[in-house]
């Protein structure tokens, strides 16, 4: 059974910083692709970074792109979203997700395979 398991949410004032987790289980952590969305109230999910199976490659939205940093450990099954210089317009709920095209980054929901339950991040002003 696939489960991907978020952590590291939480209240932070603008400018600072959190780190968010993301644990796979039930699946061959280095044959994904994975990736971050988020969804704030009222808006559509929107994706945030997405990384390759070997951690080579990454990619950005522009909203987050010098702020955010996309990791991973391919030892522990763990991604990680390094968020630094929070702003309040990225209070969301984030979640991880896992994607078969192991070597490509994809960007669109549709291309992503398992998702996790997500993870509240707020920013206050």
């Known amino acids: 059974q696939v489960q991907l398991v978020e952590s590291g949410g939480g209240l932070v004032q603008a400018g600072g910083s959190l780190r968010l987790s993301c644990r796979a289980s039930g699946v061959t952590f280095i044959s994904y692709a994975l990736c971050w969305f988020r969804q704030a109230p009222g808006k559509a999910r929107e994706f945030v970074s997405t990384?390759?199976?070997?951690?080579?490659?990454?990619k950005y939205a522009d909203s987050t792109k010098g702020r955010f940093i996309i990791s991973r450990d391919n030892a522990k099954n763990t991604m990680y979203l390094q968020m630094n210089s929070l702003k309040p317009e990225d209070t969301a709920v984030y979640y991880c997700?896992?994607?078969?095209?192991?070597?490509?980054?994809?960007?669109?929901?549709?291309?992503?395979?398992?998702w996790g339950q997500g993870t509240q991040v707020t920013v206050s002003s």
């Open positions: 997700a896992a994607s078969k095209l192991a070597g490509y980054w994809p960007t669109v929901q549709r291309d992503y395979d398992y």
């Open positions: 990384i390759t199976w070997s951690g080579g490659n990454t």
